[in-house]
């Protein structure tokens, strides 16, 4: 039995309706501000061997109210915006949006994590009409909702790789690298923030 039991089937649905909301939101902020809200948008469902080695980690039972109720990143989204301006905006309209109860703000923007990572993640509450683990139907599903500029995507994906695919020798040196790698986009994405102001204010 799989560990998403039942919902197996329903978190799909559930990634690709709130995928397309998105979108929507996409859509209409073009069309108004002349401008994407976002560049990209990437949507997973947590593999089940990924769900069950978290369970361990945390010291939860392997079980389908875990990976949905205790873990709440079973579906997973990242929104990958141009300018950080965006991602500030995107996370306004995602809490105006209809059935949305945020949970959990992290802002590892303007508090990077020591390592240099940088994202704004978010945890939603989202009513779907499916039954949920408790009986609910519409029933409450949660989404992780990972907000990042092209840079810190970038550097996020890049390190990840860096760190998980290889034995490192050096990790001190390699994790010195990667946190100044890391300071120096940001500095970019704030250099590339305030190219675009002027070039407005020249408008
Ligand atoms: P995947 O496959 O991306 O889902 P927890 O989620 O409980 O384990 P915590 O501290 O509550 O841990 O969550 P956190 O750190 O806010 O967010 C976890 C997710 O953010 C990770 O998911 C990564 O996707 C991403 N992330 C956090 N820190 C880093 C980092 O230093 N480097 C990179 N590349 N990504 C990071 P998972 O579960 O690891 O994997």
Redo the contacts with the bound molecule.
Sequence with gaps: MNIYGEYQSVLPQIMSELTTSLQQLNKEYQQKNDLSLFEHLNA?I??EQ?MIE?CH??GYPVTTYSALRK???SI?L?IVCNFIDEIYDCVDLIEQMPDVKIVEK?D?ITQS?P???R?Y?LILDKTFNYPDPDGQNPGHYFV?I?LRTIAMDT???L??EI?YKHDIKNPEMISQELKRVADELASCDISMQTIRQLVREDK
């Design positions: 997973r947590k593999s990924s978290k980690r945390k873990n709440r990143d997973g990242r992290k590892y994590k390592n240099g990572y994202s993640h992780e990972q550097w996020a994906s390190e990840h760190k």
